[in-house]
């Protein structure tokens, strides 16, 4: 690869590795436009396992929206070991492993949950904007417990 | 760009992030002189909330020294989901969000505290050195609970 | 540096956190193999504390293999905060700082035990593919518990 190829290369794992974390980070915020924006228009493939399998992503922040954007949900969702590899020659597609560790607490309750797994997905640059284009979510770690005192 | 400030751009992002993980894991380690050396000189803001608001980098190290340096304490800070944007034309300026996963055990009880949240930071590169100039921290998820057994 | 080498340390810091991903990743599905190829052959240096000392890869696979490989054993390795450090002219060795967020459940009993701490890590670049040749890790955070209901 001559200088200006590998240079793109990096960019394009940077702005890959950004776009997951602003994925997450937006999750936790409760983005909800900026959770949509991640994705490509049309027709992609988010399977999350028991939280439903997408089509598109009208359809997945309308689950989103229902699940997560109430008050006593409360949630970390931080992506951990990415290892992303462009695909081809131009560069406009790549894949990626990535670990979660996922927390939620109830904020009526106090009910804590853990949750670690993998995410394997696929991006797409469109328009010189990568997205996600398919994702899929497995847990392999879950746990529950209690807090003995939690804020809010 | 050309691809001079194309690599430039990515060392910088390059730089900023380890500076922040040097921080983090000196305040693991209690390094008070390298936490202390992560902050630019002269005034900046440090908004760690219900800890504090700090002008300058020695009142900051001040606090942490007596809140943190005590065999009792044990910490983790884990960086999450970075996203570091350069601002301007020169590079010398930067802003970022990063999610933090903060742990803390009493190592005479057994107490646990989990924090979860978000760091809202800008960063300036004095002397070819990267360096916070002002940092606000934000908890959404606390959770507290107790060991089993717990070393030491 | 002129912009050649300037690329090729970006290109290496790049490859050696996934090199790292890769093993932690790894260490959580069990692939043995893979765990394997992340450490150079021949002697090198393990040292994993209350687990073990080991002075080659196969030694290490063997004792990983006994204690992980097991139904029951469902693991988290979260890395986080790298700090690399490429040495010399050619760059083809490097040391690294990372944080550790373990997590262990016991599937059959539902006992949790978390651990953090710090890796030391030596690599080298061996025909081009970047190995760990040196490795310590040191925790300073343990905890256990019981989890009200796990998975599997």
Redesign the interface.
């Known amino acids: 690869m001559n200088?200006?190829a590998?240079?793109a290369r990096?960019?394009a794992?940077?702005a890959i590795q950004?776009l997951?974390?602003?994925y997450?980070?937006a999750c936790?915020?409760k983005q909800v436009e900026s959770i949509r924006d991640c994705f490509a228009e049309g027709e992609i493939l988010i399977d999350y396992g028991p939280i439903g399998t997408f089509r598109d992503r009208d359809s997945f922040v309308a689950v989103y929206r229902e699940l997560a954007c109430q008050p006593r949900v409360?949630?970390?969702?931080?992506?951990?070991?990415?290892?992303?590899y462009l695909l081809g020659e131009d560069g406009d597609e790549a894949v990626g492993?990535w670990?979660l560790?996922y927390?939620n607490?109830d904020a009526e309750t106090?009910a804590?949950r853990?949750l670690?797994g993998?995410y394997q997905d696929r991006y797409r640059r469109v328009d010189g904007q990568w997205r996600i284009v398919a994702t899929a979510f497995r847990?392999?770690?879950?746990?529950?417990?209690?807090?003995?005192?939690?804020?809010p």
């Open positions: 200088l200006e590998r240079i990096l960019e794992l940077e950004r997951k974390h602003r997450l980070n936790d915020l409360i949630d970390l969702h931080h992506g951990a070991n990415p290892e992303i492993r670990a560790c927390c607490l106090g804590t853990k670690g993998f847990g392999h770690f879950e746990t529950s417990g209690a807090s003995l005192q939690h804020t």
